[in-house]
């Protein structure tokens, strides 16, 4: 079983989009488990989706991660089942109510406390913050703007305003997920800010309405699974964004079993389908 390090250690992985994709996160474990590092925090969004959320509960359950919840676990646990999307629905009919009650156990990303290094300083240190989307929401993009069908990297002018102010001054490092891209950004102000991507879903679109596009397409071009390490070398974080090689082929056959043949083909290549 993982047992978090003091932070002396200095050395954190982030994961984050899980999605119930047990063979992907499987892999990723083994990795981490090789590289020996024994502090992890998982970023959110970790069941909904149409593969095994349940055995992906069961999984996660036997490790002492840390857990911030993302906008998946806040949809299955306070939206009627009438109002919730396919991943969030078939989640919500295959997780017992242990599983249902873990992620309701999961740090709030609206937390100050997450923002401002005070939700775990013992663990992580006082100079580290979280979110899953945004600081201020869980269903905004922190380091990419959609534009059209496509998405950018998001301008330092953006990246400010959305951070909204609410990271504490003293903070040296954020880790943010939602938008399945992994990415690294260092801001003027010295503030590393890292998704380290998807661990189970390399692909995805959404036709949300949002300022420059009315619907976009996530891409990553590969089925590996993603993540993160973070260390402090001479006092700087610096990041390794990390992609793990795993045997995508049987989830991708149970999305499409399961009626989902847009996350069997991002499953398989890494892009959504094309019409």
Same mark, same amino acid.
């Given at each position: 079983?993982?047992?978090?390090?003091?932070?002396?250690?200095?050395?954190?992985?982030?994961?984050?989009?899980?999605?119930?994709?047990?063979?992907?996160?499987?892999?990723?474990?083994?990795?981490? !488990?090789?590289?020996?590092?024994?502090?992890?925090?998982?970023?959110?969004?970790?069941?909904?989706?149409?593969? =095994?959320? !349940?055995?992906?509960?069961?999984?996660?359950?036997?490790?002492?991660? =840390?857990?911030?919840?993302?906008?998946?676990?806040?949809?299955?646990?306070?939206?009627?089942?009438?109002? !919730?999307?396919?991943?969030? $629905?078939?989640?919500?009919?295959?997780?017992?109510?242990?599983?249902? #009650?873990?992620?309701?156990?999961?740090?709030?990303?609206?937390?100050?406390? =997450?923002?401002?290094?005070?939700?775990?300083?013992?663990?992580?240190?006082?100079?580290?913050?979280? +979110?899953?989307?945004?600081?201020?929401?869980?269903?905004?993009? =922190?380091?990419? #703007?959609?534009?059209?069908?496509?998405?950018?990297?998001?301008?330092?002018?953006?990246?400010?305003?959305?951070?909204?102010?609410?990271?504490?001054?003293?903070?040296?490092?954020?880790? +943010?997920?939602?938008?399945?891209?992994?990415?690294?950004?260092?801001?003027?102000?010295?503030?590393?800010?890292?998704?380290?991507?998807?661990?189970?879903?390399?692909?995805?679109?959404?036709?949300?309405?949002?300022?420059?596009?009315?619907?976009?397409?996530?891409?990553?071009?590969?089925?590996?699974?993603?993540?993160?390490?973070?260390?402090?070398?001479?006092?700087?974080? +610096? +990041?390794?964004?990390?992609?793990? $090689?795993?045997?995508?082929?049987?989830?991708?056959?149970?999305?499409?079993?399961?009626?989902?043949?847009?996350?069997?083909?991002?499953?398989?290549?890494?892009?959504?389908?094309?019409?």
């Amino acid at each position: 079983m993982t047992k978090p390090r003091t932070p002396s250690a200095q050395r954190i992985a982030f994961v984050s989009d899980i999605h119930g994709n047990l063979n992907a996160l499987q892999a990723v474990i083994e990795d981490i !488990q090789r590289r020996q590092i024994s502090t992890v925090v998982n970023l959110g969004d970790t069941l909904s989706g149409p593969l =095994l959320p !349940q055995e992906t509960a069961t999984l996660l359950r036997q490790f002492d991660w =840390l857990h911030v919840a993302g906008n998946h676990e806040r949809q299955v646990l306070t939206l009627p089942l009438s109002r !919730q999307n396919r991943s969030d $629905a078939f989640t919500s009919a295959a997780i017992d109510n242990g599983s249902m #009650t873990w992620i309701g156990h999961h740090a709030d990303p609206d937390d100050s406390r =997450l923002h401002e290094g005070r939700m775990w300083p013992d663990i992580l240190g006082a100079d580290v913050a979280l +979110c899953h989307g945004s600081p201020r929401s869980d269903v905004e993009y =922190l380091l990419e #703007t959609p534009v059209g069908e496509v998405v950018l990297l998001a301008t330092a002018a953006d990246i400010e305003e959305r951070l909204d102010q609410r990271i504490a001054q003293h903070i040296t490092l954020l880790a +943010c997920g939602h938008t399945h891209v992994p990415r690294s950004v260092r801001t003027a102000s010295g503030l590393l800010i890292v998704n380290p991507g998807s661990v189970g879903l390399p692909a995805y679109d959404d036709d949300h309405p949002l300022p420059k596009s009315s619907y976009h397409r996530i891409e990553v071009g590969s089925p590996d699974a993603r993540y993160a390490v973070v260390e402090k070398v001479n006092g700087q974080w +610096c +990041c390794e964004l990390i992609s793990v $090689a795993y045997d995508f082929q049987p989830m991708a056959d149970l999305a499409e079993r399961n009626g989902r043949p847009d996350w069997a083909h991002a499953l398989r290549t890494g892009y959504m389908p094309r019409a």
